[in-house]
């Protein structure tokens, strides 16, 4: 099951999970990054690396977050792939203070 990026990633997009990422499936909104499930490969190498804890495998999507599956595969669809570490939102520390992070 691919993984996905749900609401603790908003207005923090810190990006680390794109430097560990070997496939190139994560795309960038504007407040926050969505993952292309079509093009996960499951390696998991994303979710440790989340200073906010907003990426979860699929399979271990709390109930309250399900709704980020399809969130992730349309707005994926529609945005461009990031493929190299950028730097965070100006809001990411106060975001992550905010998550407890």
Not at 31 to 46: K, M, N, R, S, V
């Amino acid at each position: 099951m691919p993984y996905v990026i749900a609401e603790p990633c908003i207005n923090v997009k810190d990006k680390a999970c794109v430097e560990v990422c070997p496939v190139d499936c994560i795309y960038e909104g504007d407040t926050q990054l969505f993952i292309h499930p079509d093009e996960c490969i499951d390696c998991g190498a994303c979710e440790p690396v989340c200073p906010v804890k907003a990426i979860f495998s699929e399979d271990d999507l709390p109930e309250d977050k399900k709704i980020w599956v399809s969130i992730n595969a349309e707005k994926a669809s529609q945005l461009p792939v990031l493929d190299e570490k950028q730097t965070p939102l100006p809001t990411a520390e106060g975001r992550r203070a905010e998550l407890g992070y």
